[in-house]
């Protein structure tokens, strides 16, 4: 039995003819996201980070000492860095310190500051520990705070990124982190090749998340559909080109000469962290021309009013 009233949502029935989604005057029907350029490059940071200390607990386990140390050591100026990021898109280091006083299991923002503020002395007293070689044990419970916290740091920025109304960010939450997470382990594993050109582990870490990167990458953007458009045009779509070309070309070297040649190491290294940064900054400045575009945000509430109402 059909259903007597007329459809508004410019289908079968309905009372108007369908149109193409606008908004009034074709202005944007949410603000833009008020973060500022800090937060791509926290975004590269803290996964890089995150990901080392996994690294670094894996290699001391295995006995390669080496490796653990420079992973140590990434993972500790990431750490450093990663709040000075932080603290200065919030403008006053206060409001860091105020989003501490409560824990919010269900705010993404609140969950990745207690991640962060919890990972930051670990992972910075591991490494000073592992230079100084004081207090072995001490160190290693420091490493195991890292590592846990880690994985956490490297992916719930994506989380954060798909709990806002942006729509190409909405739109992938079930895809970002795994982007993030892909990224994180490359950017590991090529700094760690910048500081031992030679290391295989490094080159298989670069390599397997490089790969994984863009092919996670291209995933979200065939699901996300004509909402993905901004990573197709404008600024967006120059970063995300430059990204998957950068990442072929920097994990290619690696494949082909980076263990022989400490020259092709380093640059291959190089232009894997370039493809993982520009990855980022993709991102962040696909949301930016995405809540500038009413139809990606008219377009997929329609389809929703559409699917209910059948």
């Given amino acids: 039995m059909t259903d007597p009233r007329p459809s508004l949502t410019g289908g079968k029935g309905s009372v108007v003819p369908r149109a193409e989604p606008r908004s009034y005057y074709d202005q ?24 080392s200390s996994v690294v670094a607990v894996a290699a001391d386990a295995l006995g ?31 409001r860091f310190h105020h989003m501490l006083r409560v824990l919010k299991p269900t705010s993404p923002m609140s969950v990745g500051s207690w991640i962060l503020a919890g990972y930051g002395p670990a992972a910075v007293g591991s490494a ?47 895809e970002l982190p795994a982007v993030f997470a892909a990224g994180s382990v490359a950017s590991a594993g090529a700094a760690v090749a910048v500081l031992r050109p030679n290391d295989p582990v490094a080159h298989r870490l670069a390599l397997i998340g490089g790969v994984a990167e863009i092919a996670a990458a291209r995933t979200m953007e065939q699901r996300l559909g004509e909402i993905g458009a901004p990573y197709h045009e404008g600024r967006s779509g120059r970063l995300t080109t430059a990204a998957k070309g950068l990442t ?31 990855e980022r900054w993709a991102v962040f400045t696909a949301g930016f021309a995405s809540a500038r575009d009413p139809k990606a945000t008219v377009g997929p509430q329609r389809a929703r009013l559409e699917r209910d109402s059948e």
């Fill in 248 to 278: 072929a070309a920097g994990t290619a070297l690696l494949a082909l000469g980076g263990r022989r040649r400490k020259a092709a190491s380093v640059a291959g290294a190089g232009l894997v962290l370039a493809g993982m940064a520009s």
């Fill in 128 to 174: 000073l520990l592992g230079e100084l070689g004081w207090f072995p044990r001490l160190r290693r419970v420091a490493d195991a705070v890292a590592a846990l916290l880690g994985p956490p740091l490297a992916t719930y920025t994506g989380a954060l990124l798909a709990n806002t109304a942006v729509p190409v960010w909405h739109a992938a939450r079930h």
């Fill in 64 to 94: 390669e000492r080496g490796l653990a140390r420079a992973a140590r050591r990434i993972a500790g100026a990431g750490a450093v860095v990663s709040p000075v990021l932080l603290i200065s898109d919030l403008g006053r280091p206060s």
């Fill in 28 to 51: 944007p029907v949410i603000k833009p996201p008020v973060w500022t350029w800090e937060i791509p490059w926290y975004l590269f940071a803290g996964g890089m980070a995150g990901a």
